[in-house]
């Protein structure tokens, strides 16, 4: 048969990987084609790749130190630093298995165990298909590469650990003339059959996030068996988001409850590999504590206050959420995984006073706030948004179903991640859709990722109604921390100082005392806020500066900008109504009588 024949031919492992690929897969459906589509147009961006690449560097870093740290502590220094080098031993060979995973979709060492490739295109034999299935996986297989270099660094290191550990359970210890010898046969002996050491393909699995996941993780895989085309679209990504939200939650506050249950009541996890997960959950408390503790000096964010007005206004000083602010700079941690969930509950601790409301300030309502903050941290997790959005969506559709459909829509855009990087690093203004009505915020939503049509949305404004600055402009686009400035803006520190809204721009003014206002377009809007903008720029910083405002009591400052913010609006009113013209004016408010009239 043809099998016999490949060997007969001397056929290489990954060869007769791909045969078998061949025929153990079966055909290929339409739900896995619209499945490759969508992760073709998601994955393709590099700031996925970049993403992948720090989640697996920073989770083998912790792992590596915290056994040399602990094997330090036991007076264990050959050991400690043979194992630290381990993975950099590796690297070479961790190099090579990358370039063949982007090649074969498989490594030679995985095909010589009986692995085969699970692409889409080692089950077709048609030429033209497989060349446009090998060049739609690109993607996954620039992610499944750099998974695949840090399994391998994470094999080696984890059997040179257990050679030690080998080593010293018959009784042979660094100081022991035979120590070398016994370990190097130790370490071959592991390599030549490393299927018989699960606890080595347990760890890689662990460092790469791709271990079997829990009871949920499991109902949502079972789910996406059985209806393929709608988990797909609701859910395109699940084991990995979910085991990266599940060790961010261990290395948390969040972890000690979990810890706690999960072994006293023998569920989930149970005891097992319970020292490793106690010291996850230390670790947890010390990082957030940290993130509570810069917070209060201004050094880390959470998500920020609830009001979209104050955030508008916290934004346009170079604040962002889910930030560490580093110098004038803030450096976003939320891509920065599995320590994002730490860091931000640290941060919610204390906003949620910082935050607080008028007569919401004691001890229960701030918990409650806090334990709301919790929520939305976890589901504004960056490997959680897309189930978020599904949960948000679903629970208040008038405001996040627009959302969540652009977000859809915009997995169906090829090549879409791409394009957004692309559209980013030559756009000079962050954009914004209208949201006059919902087919305006969907389409301009997705126009907003293409570059050429990006620059067709509307120019986002500030509380002040300047374009915001686009900080991801050029060579930013590539950076997964999407840094910001912080900016002295005068006007808008007093009014965030002075608890003061700016507020939003007017949808309608009044032209004449006691008639129906007319409606003002999404373009005229933009333009009434730049005037009172303006005019506001103008005035505040020199009324804020001066000894008599700086001497006034919080109440009578609040009180003193409120005044100058209604006539900086009153201002704006007539310049923009003079703007329109008398014939305008004249027709729209004939319609806002008959529309008055017919109600």
Do not use: C
């Not at 996406?224 to 939650?249: E, H, M």
């Amino acid at each position: 048969d043809e099998y016999t024949k490949m060997v007969e031919d001397g056929a290489n492992p990954v060869q007769l990987a791909k045969f078998w690929a061949m025929a153990e897969s079966g055909k290929i459906t339409g739900a896995d084609l619209f499945g490759l589509y969508r992760r073709f147009n998601m994955l393709s961006g590099p700031r996925t790749i970049e993403v992948n690449a720090l989640s697996g560097a920073t989770n083998l870093a912790y792992e590596v130190l915290s056994q040399a740290g602990g094997q330090l502590a036991r007076g264990r220094k050959a050991d400690a630093a043979a194992e630290f080098a381990a993975p950099f031993k590796a690297m070479r060979r961790a190099a090579g298995n990358l370039a063949e995973t982007m090649r074969h979709g498989v490594t030679t060492e995985q095909a010589a165990r009986g692995d085969i490739p699970r692409t889409l295109s080692s089950r077709t034999s048609n030429p033209v298909a497989k060349g446009v299935l090998t060049a739609m996986e690109m993607p996954d297989r620039f992610n499944a590469a750099v998974d695949q270099f840090f399994r391998t660094m994470t094999e080696d290191w984890a059997a040179t650990t257990l050679a030690h550990k080998q080593a010293r359970a018959a009784g042979v210890t660094p100081r022991s003339p035979e120590w070398a010898e016994t370990v190097a046969k130790n370490l071959e002996a592991i390599r030549d059959d490393v299927d018989a050491f699960p606890e080595i393909k347990r760890m890689a699995d662990h460092v790469t996030f791709s271990e079997e996941p829990g009871g949920i993780g499991r109902g949502l895989e079972e789910f996406r068996r059985r209806a393929p085309l709608v988990a797909n679209i609701l859910f395109p990504f699940i084991r990995t988001p979910y085991n990266i939200a599940s060790r961010a939650v261990d290395i948390s506050p969040l972890g000690v409850g979990r810890t706690g249950i999960e072994a006293a009541a023998g569920r989930g996890r149970g005891r097992e590999n319970i020292s490793r997960r106690v010291r996850d959950n230390a670790l947890g408390l010390a990082v957030a504590y940290f993130a509570y503790d810069q917070a209060q000096q201004g050094n880390v964010t959470g998500a920020g206050p609830d009001d979209p007005e104050k955030q508008a206004m916290l934004r346009a000083t170079g604040w962002q959420p889910y930030s560490i602010k580093v110098g004038d700079r803030y450096w976003s941690y939320a891509n920065f995984a599995p320590f994002s969930l730490a860091l931000s509950l640290g941060a919610a601790a204390h906003e949620a006073k910082q935050y607080a409301k008028p007569g919401e300030t004691d001890t229960l309502a701030l918990l409650g706030d806090a334990a709301t903050r919790t929520a939305k941290v976890v589901t504004d997790m960056t490997v959680l948004q897309g189930i978020g959005a599904v949960i948000k969506s679903i629970q208040d559709p008038d405001r996040y179903g627009g959302a969540w459909l652009t977000q859809f829509l915009s997995t169906l855009i090829p090549a879409g991640s791409l394009l957004n990087t692309v559209g980013q690093a030559t756009d000079d203004a962050v954009r914004r859709s209208e949201r006059d009505t919902f087919a305006n915020q969907v389409s301009q939503g997705v126009q907003a990722r293409i570059p050429g049509l990006r620059q067709g949305v509307p120019a986002a404004q500030d509380p002040l109604g300047r374009t915001v600055p686009n900080e991801q402009q050029g060579a930013g686009a590539l950076n997964p921390f999407r840094p910001t400035t912080r900016r002295d803006d005068p006007a808008i520190r007093a009014f965030l100082d002075a608890g003061v809204d700016i507020g939003k721009p007017k949808d309608k003014v009044t032209v004449v005392a006691g008639a129906a206002p007319i409606e003002l377009t999404p373009a005229e809007q933009r333009r009434w806020n730049e005037l009172r903008g303006a005019i506001l720029v103008q005035n505040v910083p020199n009324v804020a500066g001066s000894q008599r405002y700086q001497e006034a009591e919080k109440l009578a400052r609040a009180k003193g900008l409120q005044t100058m913010l209604n006539a900086a609006a009153q201002a704006a009113d007539k310049q923009l109504i003079a703007e329109i013209g008398g014939d305008e004016i004249k027709r729209r408010l004939t319609g806002a009588i008959e529309k008055r009239r017919a109600s």
